[in-house]
């Protein structure tokens, strides 16, 4: 087992816990998200997920997509008050809005989630189209134990960085957030109820969870794809479309294998260009001290949040979040993808 201080990776063990009370700063944000998936691939959660800003601490947002094979999805999402962030040990270790809550089990290793809400019951080529019917609404619980089993893979943009950033790295690191972000990889048991059924299954996937400020501004859209495989090598990465000064984009991710996690960059990037249901090539490589490594993938899984100009936006908005089967060096596993692109 990885010792704690590997867990957190620079980080300390406080910083897995959630803010006690609402933050001076409105803008400030804690976000937990949770991307899920059965082992097997019989069904995904791709994002369930909180984001309470401070200039709304009592209104969060919360969404929960559930993605059940076929192209059945339910599209769950609101906003409501939470829980005190106080757990039984007095610690801040509760985060919670409407019917979705996180609990810090143990910092770095152990957390547990639940939902007990509702969500529209559609298909992915609806969320495509734009004619999802938001009334068409059906009960779901889905409840997850989860361990850690990869070190966080660290953001750090606190103040004392950015300081030392050059005007073109603070402007990419600005959509990541000024704060910090971690992102783990873990396994575990989930429970899901739906359709007056009950479904356990073996859960794989990543939990990611930051206390930022987040201007998005000069967001320009993404490629964000990472995954856990059964021989325990992972990898992550995040980056976006290259600026229109030349600049070079946010480009980071890791390769962790035999207990180590390396540093790497990612090419041949599969960015959103094509609103495909399954089935979309979405195979890319990375370079670290490793080497290059390629992994191939196929998306399946898949939700969308599509928003243009005809529903007020300043812009089109295509939102890419799902699953995908990743191969690498004849592996195969099941992780999350998420894509996004603007348009003016």
């Not at 229109?244 to 390769?255: H, I, L, Q």
């Not at 243009?308 to 812009?315: C, E, R, S, V, W």
């Amino acid at each position: 087992m990885l010792s704690l201080k590997q867990m957190t990776n620079g980080l300390t063990p406080e910083h897995d816990l959630f803010f006690e009370t609402r933050p001076d700063d409105p803008e400030m944000r804690e976000s937990t998200s949770l991307w899920i998936f059965d082992e097997n691939g019989a069904l995904g959660i791709p994002r369930i997920g909180i984001e309470g800003e401070a200039k709304s601490w009592e209104d969060r947002a919360y969404q929960a997509n559930v993605a059940l094979g076929e192209g059945r999805i339910v599209d769950a999402g609101g906003r409501g008050s939470g829980p005190s962030p106080l757990g039984a040990d007095g610690r801040a270790t509760v985060f919670g809005a409407g019917p979705l809550t996180f609990r810090c089990i143990e910092p770095f290793r152990r957390w547990q989630m639940t939902f007990d809400g509702s969500g529209a019951d559609g298909t992915v080529q609806e969320q495509i189209a734009g004619t999802i019917d938001a009334s068409r609404q059906i009960p779901l619980r889905l409840e997850l134990d989860m361990e850690m089993v990869t070190p966080a893979w660290v953001h750090d943009h606190s103040p004392e960085r950015v300081a030392r950033m050059s005007d073109e790295e603070r402007a990419e690191a600005q959509s990541m957030g000024f704060g910090w972000r971690l992102e783990h990889m873990f396994r575990g048991k989930g429970r899901l109820e739906i359709d007056g059924g009950t479904r356990e299954f073996a859960a794989i996937g990543s939990r990611i969870k930051r206390q930022s400020v987040r201007p998005l501004t000069n967001f320009r859209g993404h490629c964000w794809q990472a995954a856990l495989f059964p021989d325990g090598r992972a990898f992550g990465f995040i980056t976006y479309p290259p600026a229109e000064d030349g600049s070079a984009p946010f480009n980071t991710g890791y390769v962790y294998q035999d207990g180590t996690m390396y540093a790497a960059r990612a090419t041949r990037i599969p960015w959103l260009t094509d609103l495909l249901p399954e089935d979309d090539d979405v195979s890319f490589e990375l370079e670290s001290e490793l080497g290059t490594i390629r992994v191939e993938g196929r998306t399946r899984l898949t939700t969308f949040k599509v928003m243009g100009k005809n529903d007020g936006a300043p812009m089109e908005f295509h939102l890419h979040q799902g699953g995908a089967v990743y191969t690498w060096d004849g592996v195969r596993t099941h992780g999350m993808i998420e894509r996004s692109r603007v348009q003016e």
